[in-house]
């Protein structure tokens, strides 16, 4: 039943990234981003970017990682939380931080690897950390690490520290930062800590994936006029109920009680009723992110 519930999950994260991503976009064509102040356009899975800051690829602790994949654009509100995270994480004795994917150029939908990362207002940050400065080289090389034991559900213990819970805190306690994805594990692991302050834990959300880096993902900026925000996360700290029901007991005691529900005692029809998916419908883009893609830059 374990296997099972881990090759759901992670179908169901399949499902999420490839059905937005599946045919190629345009916004892979653009090089640089428009001229002009920044500017999000849209929701967070499905628009754009104007006004593009690229992130310097090494600043006061942090670097940034994979850059020939040129994903290192985000709004100047994004651009300035990194560099200043980094300086706060430095200052508190923590190895620089390895920032992995932003947007592009202009944002929009990637061909693959992301559902959102589209307004310039999301940047995954990885969990492993740098000693040292790296060269151009060992940052497109370089291997994450995975912090989460997924057969045992459980944090990997030898290669988890406080300064990388810290550094989830740090940026959860940013008020530019409306969530946090990081896997259900890892969130445990924060909400097993003795903090003075947890009202920083209501950012911080249970996702599948999310094992080797923390998304970060900042609120619309206040000039955005076509921004559009996600609804708030729900009260609380989220440690309790609600991440329970990321565990796989829980997973399996949900399908038990819909297979029960269904009536029919047919575990296979169940099944097939329960994880069965709608037909997902082609988003439309904002039509403002038309003016973006024409923009000569």
């Not at 651009?79 to 200052?91: A, H, P």
Request: charge should be negative; hydrophobic fraction near 30%.
């Amino acid at each position: 039943m374990g296997k099972c519930w881990r090759w759901g999950a992670w179908a169901l994260v399949s499902s999420v990234v490839v059905s937005s991503v599946a045919m190629a976009t345009p916004w892979h064509q653009f090089d640089s981003p428009t001229r002009g102040h920044s500017n999000s356009i849209g929701s967070y899975a499905n628009g754009c970017l104007a006004g593009g800051k690229a992130l310097p690829l090494e600043g006061e602790g942090y670097q940034v990682i994979r850059s020939s994949r040129n994903r290192y654009y985000g709004h100047e509100k994004l651009v300035n939380f990194i560099e200043d995270l980094g300086q706060k994480t430095s200052e508190a004795g923590i190895n620089d931080l390895l920032i992995g994917d932003m947007s592009m150029p202009r944002g929009g939908r990637f061909t693959s690897g992301h559902a959102s990362h589209q307004t310039g207002l999301d940047v995954d940050i990885w969990m492993r950390q740098a000693e040292d400065l790296l060269t151009r080289s060992e940052r497109e090389s370089i291997h994450s690490t995975n912090m989460v034991n997924l057969e045992e559900y459980r944090i990997q213990f030898r290669s988890w520290t406080d300064d990388h819970a810290n550094m989830v805190r740090f940026a959860a306690q940013d008020e530019r930062v409306a969530r946090i994805f990081v896997h259900p594990v890892i969130k445990e692991t924060l909400c097993r800590e003795t903090w003075e302050d947890r009202s920083w834990l209501r950012k911080v959300r249970p996702w599948y994936g999310h094992t080797s880096h923390m998304h970060v993902r900042l609120t619309c900026p206040d000039n955005d006029q076509y921004c559009q925000n996600q609804a708030l996360p729900p009260p609380g700290d989220g440690c309790g109920e609600e991440l329970y029901s990321w565990r796989p007991e829980a997973q399996e005691t949900s399908t038990t009680v819909t297979q029960l529900r269904g009536g029919s005692g047919n575990s296979s029809t169940s099944t097939t009723t329960t994880t069965s998916r709608p037909n997902r419908q082609t988003k439309v883009q904002p039509q403002q992110c038309d003016t973006v893609i024409v923009d000569a830059g």
